[in-house]
């Protein structure tokens, strides 16, 4: 291997084993093996067939791939496509407007249904009155709501009429919902008085009317959602949703607009700096998302019931609640509230009372209830999944397998198990790639407990050494893209440079995700973490989701994060924050212990030179543990930003628990 920061993945390379999908399964899947030959053999064409099979043009693109100005893509050129008309009117025409789209289930307990044809009337409504206050095609609409289907309303209805939707996580403070709102220049606010969290009303409205209270900003009107009956300050900007949205004429038609023509921008960080305006197009984008929900999660529309935990803040609420379920005439989920409200079973009996076939969630979750015990959800019947996805980051082999032995294979209540265990999607993607890239496809792949393992048919991603040479397999090295693709980002939010300086400058002519990665010896991909997350120890290369992974098989722990701190003799040393999830017998030393166990697992250099017990993690809203704040601690500086934590309480108990 060559020097420098690429990861190893010793411990994962022990995982052996791999599960292939049951015959009966195979008979019935939806994507076919033929499609990856057919993709190879004619990427393009692929491309273009699943384009015109999968949505409804208004006017047909004449060119598949315009790369003339890289890397700046232009997909599916002269075509001009709706996608709120692809998410909605086109069921209805075509006879489905009976069928569910979504159903709501509140944090409280209260509940909507919406029909296809509900769905469709609520978002012309909406498109009407949104063109009622001034919005038009390309003006930016800023989006700061809770998990409610005005949410997904708001967006559909943008894209309707051609504006631009810009979604701000409700969870976001004043300050960030105010620079997102400035950077692009947004007309129009929707939010909602607020939400409902572990049983109490939840505010947002305030933060709208600090973002907006010092003058200079571009906003004319706020609408306001009324969810969860606060009391709430009123401004000259604000108007109710009720009273112009449900108001509003119901008859509203579509037109095409230009594939490329911008369908929402998504604002996420890098490591440091200003958050960056991911730009997403239409025609590439909804192909992407429609043909990857399909295939990835064996969709079968007409039965299925999917069921995606993501928050419509991030990228996976786009692309896999709002979009992809909806063009695909699909039936969903969508809760508004915590896992644990009023209590720790609360998904599993919402699988239970929808009969969720298909659950997509992250791996923070799965940890979390494997810390909370199984006994929950083996007291609900979880015998309607059949697709299990995981999605955010690497997923431990440990955490995989109890999602697939515990989840999968409940097969009621009264402890039966299923003889075929679900199949489980480990989906690598980005914000930028807009959606799936790597997973396994349930009725073609064996899959392996922590590995993503390929491209989806049309996807040539790699694994490249420092100088951008393709690794061989069983060697590690930096994840690239090798191909446009139809999904990508086309660029960050004014500022071009910057976007072909982030992607596009670190490897020649290839798409640099910023992901570590590793070909096994079937030439398998393993997410290793970004690439800022690899330590260097005495000149091994550690991988933290490596020491992670060891960690956490552990009985004694639930949850782990691992930093390098900077050490003046070894390059970095390894630390270990850990939550354990059983106290330990009496007189037992578990720092000990554990380094042990990560020292036989893996190596005596993987040892923790540290190991901290602490009750939480710091992470964001989207589950990712920011570990640049434990490399703070671990370091003993004082502790950075943390304004994206879910919950800023934890870096004080995690001092706290330091000083004991
Ligand atoms: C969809 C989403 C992107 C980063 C990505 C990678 C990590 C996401 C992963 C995964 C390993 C997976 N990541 N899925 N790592 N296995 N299945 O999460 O988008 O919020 O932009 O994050 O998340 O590090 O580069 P985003």
Not at 117 to 136: C, I, M, R, Y
Not at 502 to 519: I, L, Q
Request: proline share 5%; net charge negative.
């Amino acid at each position: 291997m060559s020097e420098t920061h690429i990861p190893t993945l010793d411990n994962l390379s022990h995982e052996t084993r791999s599960f292939a999908p049951s015959a009966e399964f195979v008979a019935n899947a939806i994507a076919k093996p033929e499609q990856y030959e057919a993709a190879k053999a004619n990427r393009l064409g692929y491309w273009a067939d699943q384009a015109r099979n999968t949505l409804t043009w208004d006017t047909d693109f004449t060119e598949t791939l315009d790369w003339s100005e890289a890397p700046v893509a232009k997909w599916f050129v002269g075509g001009k496509v709706n996608a709120a008309y692809n998410a909605l009117d086109r069921h209805v025409e075509n006879g489905l407007g009976d069928r569910v789209a979504i159903h709501f289930e509140g944090e409280p307990g209260d509940t909507r249904s919406y029909t296809y044809a509900q769905l469709t009337e609520a978002v012309k409504q909406a498109a009407n009155a949104f063109e009622s206050l001034g919005v038009a095609k390309g003006d930016r609409v800023a989006v700061y709501l809770p998990m409610i289907p005005e949410a997904v309303i708001t967006m559909l209805a943008c894209a309707r009429i051609g504006a631009i939707h810009s979604v701000v996580f409700g969870g976001f403070s004043a300050d960030a919902l105010r620079s997102r709102v400035d950077d692009a220049e947004a007309k129009l606010v929707v939010t909602a008085d607020g939400t409902w969290r572990r049983g109490k009303p939840s505010s947002l409205k305030p933060a709208v009317d600090e973002a907006l209270a010092k003058e200079g900003h571009t906003v004319q009107n706020v609408l306001v959602v009324k969810r969860n009956g606060e009391d709430v300050a009123w401004t000259p900007l604000d108007k109710w949703w009720h009273e112009v949205v449900e108001t509003a004429s119901n008859e509203h038609t579509a037109v095409g607009h230009d594939s490329e023509h911008p369908l929402f921008v998504l604002y996420t960080s890098g490591t440091t700096g200003k958050p960056k305006g991911i730009v997403h197009t239409t025609g590439g984008y909804l192909t992407q998302t429609a043909v990857t929900h399909r295939d990835t999660f064996d969709l079968h529309p007409e039965s299925d019931v999917f069921w995606c935990t993501a928050d419509i803040g991030w990228v996976t609420g786009h692309s896999y609640v709002t979009y992809a379920p909806l063009v695909n005439g699909s039936t969903q989920v969508m809760y508004e509230g915590t896992p644990d409200s009023p209590h720790q079973g609360r998904w599993w009996e919402i699988v239970q009372k929808y009969g969720v076939t298909i659950l997509y969630t992250a791996p923070t979750a799965i940890r979390t209830f494997m810390k909370w015990g199984r006994s929950i959800p083996d007291s609900f019947d979880l015998s309607s999944l059949r697709v299990l996805g995981s999605v955010g980051e690497p997923i431990n082999p440990e955490a995989w397998m109890w999602y697939r032995d515990v989840i999968g294979t409940n097969n009621g209540k009264n402890g039966e198990r299923k003889e075929h265990p679900t199949p489980i999607v480990d989906t690598w993607w980005q914000t930028e790639t807009g959606a799936h890239m790597i997973a396994p496809l349930p009725g073609i792949t064996a899959t392996k407990p922590g590995s993503a393992q390929v491209a989806v048919p049309g996807i040539t991603v790699d694994v490249v050494d420092e100088l951008g040479h393709s690794v061989a397999d069983g060697e590690g090295g930096f994840l690239v893209i090798r191909d446009p693709w139809p999904a990508m980002l086309r660029g960050i939010w004014g500022d071009m440079d910057r976007y072909k300086d982030t992607y596009w400058s670190r490897f020649e002519g290839m798409y640099f995700a910023g992901d570590g990665a590793k070909k096994d010896e079937d030439g398998d991909i393993w997410l290793l973490g970004r690439v800022d997350d690899v330590m260097n120890v005495s000149g091994h290369r550690l991988s933290t989701t490596e020491i992670e992974s060891s960690l956490v098989a552990h009985p004694y722990v639930a949850e782990a994060a691992v930093v390098g701190a900077k050490d003046e003799t070894t390059g970095e040393a390894v630390v270990a924050f850990v939550i354990l999830q059983v106290e330990p017998p009496e007189g037992e030393d578990v720092v000990a212990t554990l380094r042990n166990h990560v020292g036989k697992d893996i190596g005596p250099i993987a040892k923790p030179r540290h190991i901290m017990v602490v009750p939480e993690l710091p992470k964001t809203r989207s589950g990712k543990i920011m570990r640049r704040l434990l490399k703070d601690v671990a370091e003993g500086r004082e502790v950075g930003d943390a304004t994206t934590l879910a919950d800023n309480t934890v870096m004080t108990q995690i001092a706290e628990s330091m000083r004991k």
